[in-house]
C-alpha cells in the first residue's frame, strides 16, 4: 500500500481540465509544502512537473499546476492534449524520506 | 546537460545480493547541496523511493528497507552504488537513479533527472 493515496484513474476530452488528487497525512504531505508530481509515459522514465507544491521546472508547459490544502495536494491539467495520456505520481518529502503515491493513469478520450 | 545511467545485473538469485552502480555526467557530488537517490517500479506498479546519498556523505534510506539497503558514493568516478541484501522476487522492478534538483544555487527535495532504469529481476 502507498503512502500516500491517488485515484487510480481520470479522464477528460481534449482541451477540457483535470484534477488528480493526492491525500496523505499530517505527518507527510499536510506538514510539508515538498510535494512533487511526476509524468511517466509508458516504458519511460518519470518527468518532473511540478515541485514544492506549485512550481514548474523550466521547459515545463503552465497547463499544468499544483496546489495543496490540508493533507490533500492536487495536480490541475488544462487545455487537456493527447500527449497529456500518461501515469501521473505525487510524492512528499518527510523531513527523512521520500514516500510516492500509488499513480493515476490519465486517458484522454 | 546532466545524465545518469544505472548497471548492473539483469537477474538475480532469491537471498542473493543486488549492487546497482549509478554512473553521472554534468554535475559533481562534490558540490554543496547535491544529492543521488535510487528509485525503484516493480512491473506495473508504483514508484517507490529507496535512499538517497548527499554530497556530504549523509544518507537516507527507505525506513522500511533501511536494514537491507547501503548507499555510498564515489566522488572521483562520479559513480553512486546501491547494495541491496536478501533479494526477493518481490524485489522485480526498474531500478532508477536520480539527481536531486538544485537551481541557480538552490536545492529542492524532488528529483530532476532520471537514469533510463534497469530491470532487475529475482528469480531462481
Known amino acids: 500500500q502507498s503512502a500516500l493515496t491517488q485515484p487510480a484513474s481520470v479522464s477528460g476530452s481534449p482541451g477540457q481540465s483535470i484534477t488528480i488528487s493526492c491525500t496523505g497525512t499530517?505527518?507527510?504531505?499536510?506538514?510539508?509544502?515538498?510535494v512533487s508530481w511526476y509524468q511517466q509515459h509508458p516504458g519511460k522514465a518519470p518527468k518532473l512537473m511540478i515541485y514544492d507544491v506549485s512550481y514548474r521546472p523550466s521547459g515545463v508547459s503552465n497547463r499544468f499546476s499544483g496546489s495543496k490544502s490540508g493533507n490533500t495536494a492536487s495536480l490541475t491539467i488544462s487545455g487537456l492534449q493527447a500527449d497529456d495520456e500518461a501515469d501521473y505520481y505525487c510524492s512528499s518529502y518527510t523531513s527523512t524520506n521520500w514516500v510516492f503515491g500509488g499513480g493515476t493513469k490519465l486517458t484522454v478520450l | 546537460q546532466i545524465t545518469l545511467k544505472e548497471s548492473g545485473p539483469t537477474l538475480v538469485k532469491p537471498t542473493q545480493t543486488l549492487t546497482l552502480t549509478c554512473t553521472f555526467s554534468g554535475f559533481s557530488l562534490s558540490t554543496s547541496g547535491v544529492g543521488v537517490g535510487w528509485i525503484r517500479q516493480p512491473p506495473g506498479k508504483a514508484l517507490e523511493w529507496l535512499a538517497l546519498?548527499?554530497?556530504?556523505?549523509?544518507?537516507r534510506y527507505s525506513p522500511s528497507l533501511k536494514s537491507r539497503l547501503t548507499i555510498t558514493k564515489d566522488t572521483s568516478k562520479n559513480q553512486v552504488v546501491l547494495t541491496m541484501t536478501n533479494m526477493d522476487p518481490v524485489d522485480t522492478a526498474t531500478y532508477y537513479c536520480t539527481h536531486k534538483y538544485c537551481s541557480g544555487g538552490s536545492c529542492y527535495y524532488t528529483f530532476d533527472f532520471w537514469g533510463q532504469g534497469t530491470l532487475v529481476t529475482v528469480s531462481s
Open positions: 499530517s505527518s507527510d504531505l499536510g506538514s510539508y509544502n515538498y
Open positions: 546519498i548527499y554530497w556530504n556523505d549523509d544518507k
